[in-house]
């Protein structure tokens, strides 16, 4: 990840379409400059291939530029656990902060684009930017929540609950990146949402042609139309 795109000159915080979602409001122009100096951008990655494994040395968090991220862990028993999907403008690798090594490994869900945020330069940095110093710390507070989420989550009851609830997330995480939070392509597989949630893939299938019969969904293998979203948010149980 620390190897520079050649094509990677042009591209700066300052000019990024991310940097209301990863940067604080705060920041000056002069203060933006300087966090730019320190993102490294490697070059693009290609699905499946990692941008960390679980133990290797914490180094860096990372920022989604393009494309999309899923972590997992894998139990003593050797099965896998997704933990996350992230999508562009949202932070991962911070499971490493406590830990000196990662916990988690991440990897491509499709071609993605990722800025390396060193973190020792970065807590440097922040020591004498303050807004920086909050930025960060909110991130942590949002990761911590995104934990007790996903346990709240597995702690529904029903398949549909789960599901309705995943798929509301990501509405409003589109939403925030000022795109269509009722039409979108899902970037994960079946059996990576299954996984996620806790659910077989027949289930997760079974749920989505549910929901279209439903009228609730229009759903084309990965493409995702919201029919109904009071519908949707009421299956949910929120």
């Known amino acids: 990840m620390s190897q520079r795109c050649p094509h990677s000159v042009e591209i700066n915080c300052r000019d990024c379409r991310m940097n209301a979602l990863c940067l604080p409001i705060a920041l000056e122009l002069d203060e933006v400059d300087r966090l730019n100096d320190i993102v490294q951008r490697g070059r693009p990655l290609h699905k499946d291939n990692y941008v960390y494994n679980c133990g290797d040395e914490f180094r860096s968090v990372y920022a989604v530029r393009s494309g999309s991220i899923k972590t997992y862990s894998v139990n003593d028993q050797g099965v896998e656990q997704v933990t996350g999907f992230y999508l562009p403008g949202e932070i991962f690798g911070m499971d490493g ?40 710390f909110k991130l942590m507070s949002k990761e911590i929540t995104s934990d007790q989420q996903l346990i709240a989550l597995l702690s529904k009851n029903s398949a549909e609950e789960r599901v309705a609830t995943l798929l509301l997330s990501i509405s409003a995480r589109n939403a925030k990146r000022s ?56 299956l949910s149980n929120t």
């Open 97 to 136: 902060i406590a830990h000196t090594h990662h916990i988690s490994s991440a990897v491509a869900l499709e071609t993605a684009a990722i800025c390396e945020i060193p973190f020792g330069r970065m807590e440097e940095l922040s020591m004498t930017l303050p807004s920086l110093q909050r930025h960060f």
């Open 179 to 234: 795109l269509s939070n009722v039409r979108f392509r899902l970037p994960m597989s079946r059996a990576d949402i299954g996984n996620y949630l806790g659910l077989t893939v027949e289930t997760v299938s079974r749920v989505f042609s549910r929901f279209q019969k439903q009228n609730i969904l229009a759903v084309d293998k990965k493409e995702i139309e919201i029919l109904d979203v009071p519908g949707l948010q009421q």
